[in-house]
């Protein structure tokens, strides 16, 4: 007979593992499911060498470094966090949910909590004749050990948060460090503008790569022209181009369950305590939507809980709690 988790959260990124581990604490039945063979969504594979800012208490921590406490956070319950399990489908059959998981595994759950953030994502690309070819040569989109530019010339390129996070913390490492952007203008933190400024970063704006090409030496010849014209106005010599123009993702694999939900342009639409349209569903993180939302992991921290504590009661009303911490004797 088929196991009744009392919730099963889907996705192992931040916020699914410290729902997880809140679940834990409120002493029920939990599970969360991860489609990757390794835990930590975005955080782990786009920045784990990156700081974190926007966390309370852990200003400054890199991604990995989150994702290790909130991992070792969850085995103090012996929290269950399945890896390589891809969840296919959900339908609602009678008051149970039903998880069609890799195809074929069927999982049962009186509650279940979305944490899947945004859903399969790529990044945007460079727009080079060769990029393909210089791509793994020099050309990355992903920078998953910043020590590996010590001593190099690197052109990072874009005007977010990523971009000029990467090139203040890829400069303390490197030889010369370039911020390549079409706007004169950057859209990352005041904070992390304001660390650019006071940094050795050299800021290239507004330009854009027109083309690149291979030297004798194996180094990569940027050529920049300005931002609305295809003229050369300037090359450089780098050891490495990591472009930080964003990502697109190719939309969220949910909208093809059978389960009956809400969808808008920014995700998936959720109610007071993340309640979506179907009773005992519940959104959280980036995958949700409603007005004012912010795509913070911290916001997700706090809708977690929220999200807990609604799914508690959809199924078992008299379920005391919840109660402070602080209060129990948990050590």
């Known amino acids: 007979m088929t196991k009744t988790y009392d919730i099963l ?124 070819e210089l791509l793994g040569q020099g050309l990355s989109y992903f920078a998953p050990n910043l020590n590996s530019y010590e001593g190099h010339t690197v052109a990072v390129l874009g005007g977010g948060d990523s971009a000029v996070d990467l090139a203040n913390e890829i400069e303390k490492r490197a030889n010369k460090t370039y911020l390549i952007h079409r706007r004169d203008a950057f859209r990352a933190l005041e904070q992390s503008v304001l660390e650019l400024d006071r940094s050795g970063v050299e800021k290239k704006t507004p330009y854009k790569v027109l083309s690149t090409t291979k030297d004798a030496d194996g180094r990569l010849k940027v050529n920049l022209s300005f931002a609305k014209e295809n003229e050369v106005q300037e090359s450089i010599l780098v050891d490495d181009l990591l472009v930080q123009y964003g990502f697109k993702t190719d939309g969220q694999a949910e909208r093809d369950w059978a389960v009956d939900v809400d969808w808008d342009k920014a995700g998936l639409v959720v ?34 809980p929220a999200a807990v504590n609604a799914a508690i009661a959809s199924f078992d009303p008299n379920h005391a709690g919840p109660g402070h911490s602080s209060s129990l004797n948990i050590d």
Request: proline share 4%.
């Open 9 to 132: 959260i889907i996705g192992a990124g931040p916020v699914g593992l410290f729902a997880g581990y809140y679940a834990s604490l409120r002493n029920v039945n939990v599970a969360v499911l991860e489609a990757l063979p390794e835990i930590g969504g975005q955080v782990t594979t786009l920045y784990p060498d990156k700081k974190i800012w926007d966390v309370p208490a852990m200003a400054g921590m890199t991604g990995r470094e989150l994702i290790e406490r909130l991992e070792a956070q969850a085995k103090r319950f012996d929290l269950p966090v399945l890896t390589n399990h891809k969840v296919t489908n959900l339908k609602k059959v009678d008051e149970e949910f039903v998880l069609e998981v890799n195809g074929e595994q069927e999982m049962r759950s009186k509650a279940v909590i979305l944490a899947s953030g945004k859903g399969a994502f790529s990044p945007r690309r460079l727009q080079v004749e060769n990029e393909e």
């Open 271 to 304: 109610e007071d305590q993340m309640k979506t349209k179907e009773e005992g569903l519940y959104a959280i993180g980036d995958l949700s939507s409603y007005e004012g939302h912010a795509d913070l992991i911290a916001t997700g921290f706090g809708q977690g």
